[in-house]
């Protein structure tokens, strides 16, 4: 298990993925990177125990944000890790939907890098480390 | 849809759409913008060398919203998105970024335009063309068009709106 504190961040996006590891770099954590959600999955099986928070894109190919939130929510092995969603999608509509599927917390695109560190700090509950 | 409905919905439409682009351009690229202008036109075409275009469709009507950029702003603002310097910005990440920018305006308006109409709106992932001095030129026939002139700290760009309103 490593010792510095995990972010996976899933996004089609690879210009978000880099806007996410600038902030996780001044945070101090580590990043794993996916492009979909089954990329996803497959990161995090191979990263077991590994992972402290997952920030989702909502639309996504292959497998889309909310059908990736159900499938960590009904594996063991990754219903409890956190995850914040981080997309454009902004109606409340889908707010609703991602948190009554067990999503921690909620940005839409666009965010200030201040907006994304204090969400991220908000969903690790840094005493935990 | 009346006349008056449609004028109407056009100004929603053009509100959302330049709240967005403000809000976007200010918050992930660092970038003070304002509104200069807002012309309805027949004898302008926006020429730029990268630009991003996105289909609007709902139950009023259907469109398309097109932004031009010069490549010197271009690089600006994608610089600013990643945090480094213009000059280490490489052609396919300015894509990416203007496609990334295009596309939370593209939400950010949805959204926006949706909550004001209290109509359903989709729009389409942003197409990026790319070359220098390009023209703008396609838009559904017969149909007036907007020309929003915003300027992002002494550089211009161009958001030209288009929407055809079902009868």
Redo the contacts between chains.
Sequence with gaps: MSDTPQILSVDDSAIIRRIVKNTADLLGFGLLEAGNGQEALDVLKANTGNVNLILLDWNMPVMDGPTTLKNLKESADTANIPVMMLTTEGAKSNIIEAIRGGAKQYLTKPFTPEDLSTRILQCVEMDDF | MTATQAQALDAKMVNAISSSVM??LS??ANTNVTLKSVNARTDYTPIGDISAIIGIMGESGEGMVGLCFNSPLAKMM?AR???IEPADLSDD?CC??I??LV??I???SK?AL??NTGQPFRMSLPTIIKGKGHEIASRPKNTPYLLMFFDAEGQEFVLQVSFKFSN
């Design positions: 809000e976007v918050s992930m994608v998105l990643l945090g990440d990416d970024g496609g990334e596309n939370m593209s939400g950010r959204t949706s909550e």
